[in-house]
């Protein structure tokens, strides 16, 4: 392994440090059985859902949110089912945001009835596959969790970092992969900060933790979105690689170093204090041997190293102007994904309205939501990155030409 990958290991390494932040009392416990909450939300949204007309959609509306953040969440079921089935804690945040939005704009009960029975349907299952009986057992039982977090919230902050890295050392500018590795030190730092802060300073649950996911996730995506099309712009024929070459350190020395910086920065950091609450609740919840934790943790660092090496090995047997063109790919698609799942929290904080669209698909690993905000602002990415390209490839005769030029002057 190179310096690189252990950089990635150590820096991943610093985690094992987030079980020394003081965690608050009421911090939820993994495999706690949440069958009273359940029935209260499940009492109280039925009768929420029995007075329901039109006519006083907000009062409905107002019952469906409270229940969300001052039962669902602040109870800790949220944050539990988070450690044990991430898809599924989305899926039910996603329902929530539907009976918010459709009882606020006077939607047909039929309609809203449906999404409850849904509702309480996943709610029913979250409970039955995750009861307090369900905790995992054992050192490995334990260690297996404590894997399965650290992997499922770093894998896509280290396929960003690797891509970054590999790009820097493919353009010939290995030097300024320190940018790099700052912006992922300075993302953990302020991971730490900010687990601390929802520790001490605010709440936890609300719609503080829900809008902060939110405007990171977006701000995220628009950046990954300039770097995927600067990234891509490199990309092209052997001969115009000669003249992107000669061009780089200008081109480097500026705003676009920045953006790569911002980009390793965001990807960490988004799911970075999130990552350490997982982890706080983990160590205070069970009464196993915390060994069996820090051997989680020391395993997922070793896959996600090895995640690191395999990009990077990759881009080193890649031709240039594929390995761009791919690396521009890998990292416009996760701006996509950004743009669903920050929506989606901006929906579920209120700050966004959701507009149902019956018959589409939920995928929450690409951040594929049946609204049309979060399909919206989806396709608003996809349009500014396809008109970024018709753009490009307008102005690619000119281009050349000055390619040929600078070529010929070198010649000389």
């Known amino acids: 392994m190179n310096t690189a990958i252990f950089k990635s290991v150590g820096l ?4 094992i440090l987030l079980a020394s932040i003081p965690a608050k009392a009421d911090q939820p416990e993994p495999g706690k059985n949440y069958r009273i909450v359940v029935e209260k939300i499940i009492k109280s949204g039925d009768a929420l859902m029995e007075n329901y007309s039109p006519q006083n959609s907000a009062v409905t509306g ?13 109870s800790g079921m949220e944050f539990n089912l988070g450690l044990q089935d991430d898809s599924l804690k989305q899926k039910i945040e996603f329902s929530f945001s539907q009976m918010i939005n459709l009882s606020m704009n006077g939607e047909d009960p039929q309609v809203i009835r449906s999404t409850w029975d849904q509702l309480k349907e996943d709610l029913d299952l979250a409970v039955k596959r995750y009861a307090a009986d369900d905790e995992p057992k054992g050192f490995w039982g334990l260690a297996l969790q404590s894997f399965l977090i650290l992997t499922r919230e770093g894998m896509e902050a280290i396929l960003v970092v690797a891509a970054l890295v590999a790009y820097l050392r493919r353009s010939g500018n290995g030097e300024k992969v320190p940018v790099i590795w700052k912006g992922v030190g300075l993302a953990l730092a302020a991971s730490v900060a900010t687990a601390w802060a929802f520790n001490s300073l605010i709440e936890v649950s609300g719609k503080n933790r829900e809008s902060l996911e939110g405007f990171t996730l977006l701000l995220a995506a628009a950046m990954l979105l300039y770097v995927s099309y600067w990234l891509y712009s490199k990309s092209g024929s052997d001969r115009w690689q000669v003249f992107i070459k000669g061009q780089m350190d200008k081109a480097l020395s500026g705003g676009s170093l920045f953006a790569l910086g911002a980009v390793s920065f965001l990807a960490v950091y988004r799911e970075g204090a999130e ?59 996760m701006a996509l994904v950004f743009t669903g799942q920050g929506l989606l929290e901006l929906q579920i904080s209120g700050l966004v309205s959701s507009t149902p669209l019956t018959g589409w698909p939920q995928v929450d690993s690409l951040g594929l939501y049946p609204t049309l ?18 753009w490009m490839k307008v102005n690619k005769k000119s281009s050349i030409a000055l390619m040929k030029k600078l070529l010929a002057n070198e010649s000389k």
């Open 12 to 15: 991943l390494g610093l985690f």
């Open 62 to 74: 107002n019952g469906y949110s409270r229940l969300y953040f001052d039962v669902f969440e602040s």
């Open 275 to 333: 990552t350490i609450l997982f982890y706080q609740a983990l160590v205070s919840g069970t009464t196993s041997d915390l060994n069996a934790i820090w051997v989680g943790v020391g395993l997922a660092a070793l896959t996600l190293a090895v995640i690191y090496y395999f990009v990077r090995v990759a881009s080193i047997r890649l031709p240039i102007s594929l390995f761009f063109s791919f690396t521009a790919f890998l990292l416009f698609l």
């Open 373 to 390: 905000e979060t399909l919206s602002g989806q396709l608003v990415m996809l349009g500014l990155f396809v008109a970024g390209l018709c």
